[in-house]
């Protein structure tokens, strides 16, 4: 088998992204269906870190079960020198991590506020999500 054949879907490995960021206590987590929006990504995966430690181990573990679980590897990732932003490109799909300031600058999440957002709970089993006021409101979990 391949590489591409051992990979799983776009959604299963934004799922993935997900889940590790929640092991590594991320909060704000959004996955958002974005293909149809702005056609070079399936998936947009983002999530609130409390600071650069934070950013950095979250994108470490999301890299690490990527790598075990999906078997695939970043096509880039880049970041902020000062640690407040780090992304991570798999080609289907984007993970962002940002510290708070900065995901409230960029509000990502509001730019493609038309694209679909998974459920979580749902879809990943992830329970007990922490989330900003900002983000709530976004989601109707007010």
């Known amino acids: 088998m391949t590489q591409e054949q051992l990979s799983l879907d776009s959604k299963s490995c934004a799922l993935i992204a997900a889940r590790a960021a929640d092991e590594k206590k991320a ?43 999906a078997h695939v590897k970043p096509l880039h990732r880049e970041g902020t ?15 962002h991590v940002f510290q708070p300031e900065t995901r409230e600058f960029y509000r990502l999440e509001a730019l493609w506020n038309d694209a679909p957002v998974i459920d979580l709970a749902a879809e ?16 109707g979990r007010e």
């Open 27 to 69: 909060t704000d987590i959004m996955v958002q269906e974005v293909r149809d929006l702005i056609g070079v990504t399936d998936y947009f995966v983002i999530v609130t870190a409390a600071n650069n430690r934070q950013v950095e181990a979250i994108v470490d573990e999301i890299e690490e079960q990527e790598r075990v679980q």
């Open 124 to 139: 990943a089993g992830l329970t007990n999500l922490e989330y900003s006021e900002r983000i709530a409101k976004l989601l």
């Open 81 to 95: 020198q000062d640690g407040t932003w780090s992304l991570l490109d798999y080609g289907n799909f984007i993970v």
